[in-house]
């Protein structure tokens, strides 16, 4: 996998999370969910 699809595939998994829970939540709830998303994405 090229830097740039990692890049891009990163990004999309910050965004999607974003969307998902909204903002106003701690840190390491995002944190966590972030994490998540990576592995769902084979990160």
Same mark, same amino acid.
């Given at each position: 996998?090229? !830097? !740039?699809?990692i890049t891009e595939k990163v990004i999309g998994c910050?965004?999607?999370v974003h969307r998902t829970l909204g903002p106003?939540?701690?840190e +390491?709830?995002?944190? +966590?969910a972030l994490c998540i998303e990576l592995e769902r994405a084979g990160l």
């Open positions: 996998m090229e !830097n !740039n699809e910050a965004i999607e106003g939540l701690l +390491s709830v995002y944190e +966590s």
